[in-house]
């Protein structure tokens, strides 16, 4: 789609830069030259139809140009040096922005350690050090990730075709669904309400 679409584009400017400068070349021999400025908007007014594309084009490359730069903000910085341990104590799968994640951490107390059991996510201070996803709800196979022309974040599942379109990436959403999880057990240790 993002390709066919590149390629109307490109053709319309093509043929509107061929038909302008055809018309300009043509004008100016008759008029012998262009030596004023009030020649070429004599030109540009009588050919409006051309200057309209040309401003329609300009205003969705601009509008397209300005939707991806407010989405590209919105993303998390990547990492310059990350590492992750080998084993992990606690492990779980949790449902976040409408997909399943798996999260694997390590508890933070030594003596809970000893007691703690597998997929108790949530039940204790959890430091999150990998978070692997996002899959889909349905068949739990591994989203594909894609950028749409105006900047948004496709994900869609091959197999059963569930898809969905966020402003953000992968990336940023695992660093928010560590926030949310890191910040729901604070909460949960300091007694207060959560909503």
Known sequence: MKKKLKELL?????????????????LSLQMRAFSKINQFLDIISTYQFLAYWFVFLLLVLGIRHFIRSKIN????????????PYTHDVTGEIKYEGFLWKVEGNIKSRQARSITMKDELEDQEVDISYIDGP??????RKMKEQ?????????SCAKCGYKRK??????????????????????????MPME
Request: include cysteine; proline fraction near 3%; charged fraction near 25%.
């Open 10 to 26: 490109f053709s319309i400017i093509a043929s509107l830069v061929a038909s302008f400068l055809w018309n300009y070349t043509t």
């Open 73 to 84: 903000q919105k993303q998390e910085p990547y990492p310059m040096v990350f590492s992750i």
């Open 166 to 191: 966020l402003t953000k990436n992968n990336f940023t959403l695992e660093c928010e669904l560590k926030d949310e999880i890191e910040s729901k057990q604070r909460m949960k240790n300091r007694n």
């Open 135 to 140: 899959y889909c709800i349905y068949d739990y």
């Open 147 to 155: 950028r749409t022309y105006w900047g948004f974040y496709k994900y």
